[in-house]
T-cell receptor, first 113, second 117 residues
């Protein structure tokens, strides 16, 4: 069974600064995908970034990038030049070959002006 | 292209009543997933459906909960005889058919917040 763990319930960052959210996962599958989702106060789940396990290059999407350490089973999200609109709950998730996404417990990010 | 639609957005039911939650996937998507989010928790998988088929219902409670995705119309998550513990946000997601790579991205609807009084 796949597990996803986020050990930081809350994080805070100053506007324009950089913050890193941590995530560890465990899976027995060789082909898998990892995701970061953002959930703002509206509760809409928004896909931020995805990483294919077979790709060695870390995914980037504008100010968002991941540090994918396959051997360490670590999948952290880095947000550069943080903006007030980045404040939200962030969920790390892993795709299980059976079709389901397995979510971590979430990290609540606050951005200070 | 409209996103995943869910209705109602908010649903209030008294204990013992039935709740019916609807999900219309994105156009062209044939895979539907339901997740439940209890307060202060992450999303938990409930069921994965394709048209007229339940693929994986390992996350569904054994009793009172059922889901369908008919050939025509939206997917329905049905909760019979609701109890207070069913109060949660229920999210639907969809993904396209075809190659495995495309299937892995799930697009979420805005959720239905169910309150049982």
């Amino acid at each position: 069974a796949q597990t996803v763990t986020q050990s930081q319930p809350e994080m805070s960052v100053q506007e324009a600064e950089t913050v890193t959210l941590s995530c560890t996962y465990d899976t027995s599958e060789s082909d898998y995908y990892l995701f970061w989702y953002k959930q703002p106060p509206s509760r809409q789940m928004i896909l931020v970034i995805r990483q294919e396990a077979y790709k060695q290059q870390n995914a980037t999407e504008n100010r968002f990038s991941v540090n994918f350490q396959k051997a360490a089973k670590s999948f952290s999200l880095k947000i550069s030049d943080s903006q007030l609109g980045d404040a939200a709950m962030y969920f790390c998730a892993g795709y299980n070959q059976g079709g389901k996404l397995i979510f971590g417990q979430g990290t609540e990010l606050s951005v200070k002006p | 292209n409209a996103g995943v639609m869910q209705n109602p957005r908010h649903l209030v039911r008294r204990r013992g009543q039935e709740a019916r939650l609807r999900c219309s996937p994105m156009k062209g998507h044939s895979h539907v997933y339901w997740y439940r989010q209890l307060p202060e928790e992450g999303l938990k998988f409930m069921v994965y459906l394709q048209k007229e088929n339940i693929i994986d219902e390992s996350g569904m409670p054994k009793e009172r909960f059922s889901a369908e995705f008919p050939k025509e119309g939206p997917s329905i998550l049905r909760i019979q005889q609701v109890v207070r513990g069913d109060s949660a946000a229920y999210f639907c997601a969809s993904s396209p058919p075809g190659l495995a790579g495309g299937r892995y991205e799930q697009y979420f609807g805005p959720g239905t917040r169910l309150t049982v009084t």
